[in-house]
């Protein structure tokens, strides 16, 4: 039996995929308007605003939010449910389309908004695991490490040159390599 929605939230990062999710979030919304009969989409300005928005969802009446966007958007979001007591906390859906989409990979979510969307549609709700580390909530990757810079690094190569895809990940990889290559002390604690 499918999930029921209730009042659903789309959230759309309109500068995922290089400005591209805009676009995307129309079609979302245009294809979700359809069966969800209580449906509002908001935009992202920024990381802050998504954490805001996925922290006051319950108290705005969502039973349901739904995130378009790439890896850092979900999280963001998740970090603001996440501060939400689990009993009226609101079930997450994504719509990935973002450049990487790790984490929609990672709990076979489908790339591409129709798709997307009609698993979201025909799915079940499911409990995943998080992580919580320094009181930051994390759904499927903490990096840290040369990871962490490759993916700090690609920020800001984007910007700079333009380059995405797998060109900017080989490039910054080789670039943090070469020349930023650091040793670090950690300690970590599981519970």
Do not use: C, W
Not at 8 to 30: C, F, I, M
Not at 143 to 172: C, H, N, Q
Request: hydrophobic residues 40%; negative net charge.
């Amino acid at each position: 039996m499918a999930y029921e929605f209730g009042r659903t939230l789309l959230v759309v990062n309109p500068a995922a995929h290089s400005g591209a999710a805009d676009e995307y979030g129309t079609r979302a919304e245009a294809l979700l308007r359809a069966r969800v009969p209580e449906l509002d989409v908001v935009r992202t300005t920024g990381s802050e605003h998504a954490r805001s928005i996925g922290a006051g969802a319950a108290d705005a009446g969502y039973a349901t939010v739904l995130v378009l966007g790439g890896d850092g958007v979900i999280h963001h979001v998740v970090e603001g449910l996440l501060r939400v007591p689990a009993p009226v906390r609101p079930i997450l859906g994504v719509i990935p389309v973002g450049s990487g989409n790790d984490y929609s990979r990672t709990v076979n979510i489908p790339v591409g908004v129709a798709d997307a969307v009609n698993a979201l549609l025909s799915g079940e709700a499911r409990a995943l695991d998080v992580v919580r580390v320094n009181d930051e909530h994390y759904l499927e990757t903490l990096s840290f490490g040369l990871d962490a810079a490759i993916a700090i690094g690609t920020v800001e190569r984007r910007k700079r040159t333009g380059e995405t895809g797998l060109k900017l990940y080989f490039m910054t990889g080789v670039d943090e390599i070469i020349h930023r290559m650091y040793s670090y002390t950690y300690h970590a604690t599981l519970e």
